[in-house]
């Protein structure tokens, strides 16, 4: 099984990824040997049902007719793939290339002094309720609405330095160990 700890870096992240893309190949591959042994079986079935049409028209038996038609009957169940899966792991989890922005409101006598301003900024992390899937069973997850994550929200205490100027714009990168690396762009207005 493959998976990611909390807080991984985008080391791990790329790690898991080339692992999950050369256990695909070999699925494939695997899956080519396996579509050439299904054609040599269904090849034999062919042949089968060819035969026992022969002993049909010679001999009368209904019985192996009656075999062969509910062979042809049958129902193949087939699983969802999990190639289109494979394809999104971490698709919520890795950074966005645009910043979360956010807009601080300081007062003159604030930007003068010095201030802490509380941020909440929005994160994305795994959905609680699908597990980061996306799907609960074969219904799209009413949490996430399919994406596979959620955004919630991390408290940040930034500390302003004395003499910020009007315009100033600041830029940090958050790590939460639920949430995936967001960076931020905080911009500084003075009323």
Excluded: K
Excluded at 48 to 63: C, I, P, Y
Excluded at 66 to 91: C, K, N, T, W, Y
Excluded at 109 to 135: D, K, M, N, S, Y
């Amino acid at each position: 099984m493959v998976g990611v700890p909390r807080g991984a870096r985008p080391d791990d992240l790329r790690r898991v990824h080339r692992e999950v893309t050369s256990r695909r190949r070999a699925v494939v591959a695997r899956r080519g040997r396996m579509m050439d042994r299904a054609c040599e079986v269904l090849r034999a079935y062919e042949v089968r049902d060819a035969l026992e049409t022969v002993h049909l028209s010679a001999g009368g038996l209904t019985e192996p007719a009656a075999r062969a038609a509910s062979r042809r009957d049958d129902i193949a169940l087939d699983f969802p793939s999990v190639s289109e899966m494979v394809d999104q792991i971490g698709h919520g989890l890795v950074e966005s290339t645009a910043p979360c922005i956010a807009r601080v409101r300081l007062t003159w006598r604030q930007a003068c002094r010095g201030a802490h301003v509380p941020l909440e900024i929005p994160v994305r992390c795994t959905c609680l309720v699908c597990g980061g899937r996306g799907e609960i069973w074969d219904d799209a997850c009413s949490m996430c609405a399919g994406s596979g994550t959620e955004r919630q929200h991390h408290l940040v205490r930034l500390s302003l330095p004395t003499g910020v100027g009007p315009n100033a714009r600041f830029w940090f990168t958050i790590n939460p160990p639920y949430a995936a690396e967001t960076s931020v762009d905080v911009r500084v207005t003075i009323v």
